[in-house]
């Protein structure tokens, strides 16, 4: 299949800066992909959203080298508002991101200048509050609503474009446990459904519990990228990437010989783990005793 996206040896360095902020990042992503891109802070993730939804390089300046194609399109050759049919952007500040009053509002917003008809608009509107979970929230004003209502309202409002490609900047940063979750399990509706996501985020324990793909970026380049087993097979740590705890203990485990099995990168795939090895002792002691007798 051919990838929907494809960067080859990106390189952008922001004007005045003394170093690039990417430096020859070449990845490209499948159409329906769920992908987690994570990284230390300055890594570079912030500037890898911006190359695809083309604010890097129309807002920030600078020079952006190498190729970014976006379903097709030479993306960099495009305005971030022509992109924006594509990729649909959702950023860190539940408040900063919404413009409008009320969340029907707030979907209504993007969608005006589409062309499209009423009934269309209504649909789309329905369609979307449904797949973030916000049906009962339609006639609600954003300020009363939770931070994670404002990121989902944020997501419903990029879906109401119809973009192929969702790429979200650390939408959960300012969300607690339950806020976090509710937003990926927006999100993996909206996999379910082939729209293609692209999430960044430093809780790699929860981006875990959910994304399909892994891509670990550090001092602009490229360190990891595969299924999330792949990556986390290896400690992140000597990238300054905090470990799933899940994770780090099945790599204790498969280290000392306790466990042969793959690593467990969910809480589920954890416990499955344990049950195993309680398994393996229950018959081990079993053995024993009959030794014994
Ligand atoms: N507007 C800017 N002008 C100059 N340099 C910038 C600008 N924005 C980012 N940088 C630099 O580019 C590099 C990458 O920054 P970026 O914001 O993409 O990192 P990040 O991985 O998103 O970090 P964080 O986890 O803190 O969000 C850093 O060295 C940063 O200082
Ligand atoms: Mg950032």
């Known amino acids: 299949m051919h990838p929907i996206i494809e960067l080859q040896d990106v390189r952008f360095r922001y004007p005045r800066a003394n170093h690039d902020a990417l430096r020859g990042v070449s990845f490209s992503v499948p159409p329906g992909a769920f992908l987690g891109i994570t990284g230390p802070t300055g890594a570079g993730k912030t500037t890898l959203c911006h190359c695809l939804n083309g604010l890097v390089p129309h807002h920030t300046g600078g020079e952006l080298l190498g190729m970014v194609a976006i379903d097709g399109m030479d993306a960099p050759t495009f305005s971030p508002a022509e992109l924006a049919r594509t990729v649909g952007s959702v950023f860190q500040d539940p408040d900063g991101q919404l413009v409008a009053e009320t969340v029907e509002e707030e979907i209504v917003f993007g969608m005006e200048n589409m062309g499209l008809t009423r009934s269309e608009m209504e649909e789309r509107l329905v369609e979307v509050l449904a797949l973030v979970g916000l049906e009962s929230q339609r006639y609600e004003q954003n300020r009363i609503l939770s931070g994670g209502q404002k990121q ?95 994770s780090k203990f099945g790599r204790q485990l498969i280290a000392r010989n306790l466990w042969l099995g793959d690593v467990p990168v969910t809480m589920e795939e954890g416990l499955g783990v344990l049950e195993a090895l309680r398994g393996q002792t229950a018959s081990g002691m079993g053995q024993q005793g009959m030794n014994g007798g």
């Open 152 to 246: 989902r309202l944020a997501i419903a409002a990029a879906l109401a474009m119809a973009p192929k490609i969702l790429v979200l900047d650390e939408p959960t940063s300012e969300l607690d446990p339950k806020g976090t979750h509710d937003v990926y399990q927006a999100l993996k509706m909206l996999s379910r459904r082939g729209i293609t996501i692209l999430i960044v985020d430093h809780k790699v324990q929860v981006m875990a519990e959910y994304v399909h793909d892994m891509l670990v970026i550090a001092g602009g380049e490229i360190v990891a990228h595969g299924p999330t087993h792949q990556v986390l097979r290896q400690d992140l740590s000597q990238y300054g990437v905090a470990n799933p705890a899940v």
